[in-house]
């Protein structure tokens, strides 16, 4: 396919390179700082352009690879009538594809990732989430996906917002509590490699077990005991006492039928 990308930031550089790896050609690049464009359009074998006027239709795919505030404001400038015969899509978790029903093929091609410019990335494992009402469309893009990855899902726009919002307390709530941690160790002059293992254990049994099958810990087994006592050292942290009674209290709940009732003694 040959294909234009808007952005030039870490989804336009990490998609941008996975497409070039499989063959898909790279025609032009549109970034509201041209410097940035030329930079991607050097690694990508393409064509940096300073105006988006500069954009040429005579392509298959043009993606618009920019934060979810400026998806709108870049779709303003574009011309319905010059990109009718293009699939136009943006590459948000967040965003309908409603914002694009003015071009005629449009759809949302969202590699379900972070995305970091210049880290590796095994793009076959990313999963990539199409979403577009024309069966047309999805045939091509699925064409494409599948050049890209090897998990490929065809999902509406409601769904792709509740994977994002799992995707957020999945990995970027876990990954705050990774900071939080990591603070109480160097409070008391520990390392967070730690953890390490412990953290990687518990992500590896997610390929074979079930999340609520895999808990551990106090909460699961009831042990009100030693909550307390967690609880009184937390007394002097009201962030980490909050979460950690929040926490407990869902784990607890899930795995109670009568959910227990643990209150700090005084």
Known sequence: M????IGAGNMANQLGLALLQSGHKIDKIY????LSAKTLAEVLNGQAVSDIKGLSPKIDILIIAVSDEAISEIVAQLSKKKWEDVI???TSGSISSAVLEGFSLNAVFYPFQSMTAGQELEFRSVPLLLTSKNETVLTKLKQVAVTLSDLV???SDDQRKVVHIAGVLANNFSNHLFVLANDLLEQHELSFDILKPLIRHTVEKL?????LASQTGPGVRGDAKVIIDHLKQ???VPELYEIYAIMTK???D???STPLKVQKEK
């Open 2 to 5: 040959n294909i234009s990308i």
């Open 88 to 90: 136009v899509m943006h």
């Open 153 to 155: 899902y065809e999902i």
């Open 254 to 256: 899930r795995h109670f």
């Open 31 to 34: 970034n509201r700082t041209y």
């Open 234 to 236: 937390l007394d002097q």
């Open 207 to 211: 390929d074979t077990m079930d999340p």
């Open 250 to 252: 869902s784990i607890m």
